[in-house]
């Protein structure tokens, strides 16, 4: 889950939406990109290579607190 800042630019309307999540950050970086860059940085540390993956999700969200959660298990 990739968590954006919301824009300071937005009216009180779309930030309480944002909030919410009822309006999601359609911006760049694309979710494809996203997902990538964290599966690549985390080669060595969750597993020994992302080809290991055989099954994920990239959600992009508004928040208070930007950053990334990243959930894995062993199959």
Same mark, same amino acid.
């Given at each position: 889950m990739?968590?954006?800042p919301?824009p300071?630019?937005r ?7 944002a909030?919410?999540?009822?309006v999601?950050p359609? #911006?760049?970086p694309?979710?494809?990109n #996203?997902?990538k860059?964290y ?5 060595g540390i969750?597993w020994?290579?992302?080809k290991?993956?055989?099954?994920g999700?990239?959600i992009?969200v508004?928040g208070?607190?930007? !950053?990334?959660?990243?959930? !894995?298990w062993?199959l």
């Amino acid at each position: 889950m990739a968590v954006f800042p919301i824009p300071a630019s937005r009216s009180k309307k779309k930030t309480g939406q944002a909030q919410a999540g009822l309006v999601r950050p359609a #911006v760049k970086p694309d979710f494809d990109n #996203v997902a990538k860059l964290y599966c690549d940085a985390l080669n060595g540390i969750l597993w020994e290579d992302d080809k290991q993956i055989v099954d994920g999700r990239c959600i992009k969200v508004y928040g208070q607190q930007p !950053g990334v959660l990243v959930i !894995g298990w062993p199959l």
